[in-house]
C-alpha cells in the first residue's frame, strides 16, 4: 500500500465533508481507501475497485466536502509516449478531520464491497445474457454485413 506525500504547507480544512450513505458503492470504496492513507491512481482503481472511472468518484468526494489532492505524474507507455496521470490522496489533517467514527465506516466499507463482490460470477452471467439479447434484438432482418452480400 503506498502512503500519503507528506502536507503541504498552509493548506486548510474546508468545512465537515459527507460520508456517502451507502456503503457497497465504489464511491464509499474510493473515500474509504484515501481514508486509510492509500495513493490512488487510475490504473490501481481498475483492479482494486473495478472502475475505469476514479477522477468522477474523486470529483464527487470533492464536492461533499473531501480535499482530495491530485498530483500528476510522468508514465512510460508501451506506445513510446509519456503520459501525465494523476495520483490522488487526502493530507493528514483531512484524514484526522475525518474523525473517530471513520474507522468503523471503512470497515463497513469494505465488508459491503467483499460481500458485492461475493456476487461476481452471477454478475458476469447475467452482463452475458443481457449482452446477447441485446445482439440479438439490433439486428435487422433484411440488414447483412459487407461481406455476407458477397462484395
Not at 89 to 117: H, M, N, Q, S
Amino acid at each position: 500500500m503506498k502512503k500519503a506525500p507528506a502536507m503541504k504547507q498552509g493548506a486548510a480544512v474546508a468545512g465537515t465533508p459527507i460520508f456517502p450513505q451507502r456503503t457497497n458503492t465504489v464511491t464509499a470504496e474510493v473515500l474509504a481507501r484515501l481514508l486509510r492513507g492509500e495513493v490512488l491512481t487510475s490504473l490501481d482503481s481498475v483492479f482494486d475497485s473495478s472502475t475505469t472511472r476514479l477522477s468522477a468518484f474523486i470529483f464527487t468526494l470533492n464536492g461533499n466536502g473531501w480535499e482530495i489532492e491530485s498530483e500528476p505524474f510522468a508514465a512510460g507507455c508501451k506506445d513510446g509516449r509519456v503520459s501525465w496521470p494523476h495520483k490522488y490522496y487526502l493530507r493528514t489533517e483531512v484524514i484526522a478531520k475525518a474523525g473517530p467514527g471513520a474507522a468503523a465506516w471503512c470497515a463497513a466499507v469494505f465488508k459491503a464491497r467483499r460481500d458485492l463482490r461475493r456476487k461476481a460470477a452471477q454478475a458476469e452471467r447475467e452482463a452475458a445474457r443481457l449482452n446477447a439479447m441485446r445482439r440479438a434484438s439490433r439486428v435487422h432482418p433484411g440488414q447483412q454485413g459487407l461481406f455476407e452480400a458477397g462484395f
